[in-house]
């Protein structure tokens, strides 16, 4: 659909980023519409793939393997909020010295202002430990 999923490392930025599953997205792989244009499309509501209950579609999961480091984050989000803070912003608010609540506050308060759309979003700090096992 058009959710997504970021990793995030700190002094880096987006280490990855899913793609929507959407006719828009498409568009912008084909080199017919450019990120910004794909941003505000008035078609941007209409998704290729979806995970629905019933099991009726049949959809095609796309796998990928990352290399996870200590202290990367993973951020996970609906559409709401990708129309309302684009990826520098993220990267300058997830990347920042804030504790983690203060960084959802910070993005929720950008989304009630500016999404229209709902909005909802995890951040996960990922911390690896090692073990003698």
Same mark, same amino acid.
């Given at each position: 659909?058009?959710?997504? #999923?970021?990793?995030?490392?700190?002094?880096?930025? $987006?280490?990855?980023?899913?793609?929507?599953?959407?006719?828009?997205?498409?568009?912008?792989?084909?080199?017919?519409?450019? %990120?910004?244009?794909?941003?505000?499309? +008035?078609?941007?509501? #209409?998704?290729?793939?979806?995970? =629905? +209950?019933?099991?009726?579609?049949? $959809?095609? +999961?796309?796998?990928?393997?990352?290399?996870?480091?200590?202290?990367?984050?993973?951020? %996970?989000?609906?559409?709401?909020?990708?129309?309302? $803070?684009?990826? /520098?912003?993220?990267?300058? #608010?997830?990347?920042?010295?804030?504790?983690?609540?203060?960084?959802?506050? =910070?993005?929720?308060?950008?989304?009630?202002?500016?999404?229209?759309?709902?909005?909802?979003?995890?951040? #996960? +700090?990922?911390?690896?430990?090692?073990? /003698? $096992?």
């Amino acid at each position: 659909g058009d959710s997504r #999923i970021y990793q995030i490392r700190t002094n880096v930025g $987006i280490v990855y980023r899913s793609k929507d599953h959407s006719l828009v997205q498409r568009w912008v792989d084909a080199g017919i519409l450019t %990120l910004e244009e794909a941003r505000n499309h +008035p078609q941007s509501n #209409i998704i290729t793939q979806v995970l =629905q +209950p019933d099991g009726l579609k049949t $959809i095609h +999961p796309e796998v990928v393997t990352l290399h996870i480091e200590d202290g990367d984050y993973v951020f %996970l989000c609906t559409d709401g909020i990708t129309e309302s $803070i684009d990826d /520098d912003k993220l990267v300058n #608010i997830v990347g920042s010295l804030a504790p983690d609540e203060e960084k959802m506050k =910070q993005i929720k308060q950008i989304c009630s202002e500016q999404s229209r759309d709902n909005y909802s979003a995890y951040l #996960i +700090p990922l911390i690896i430990k090692n073990s /003698d $096992i």
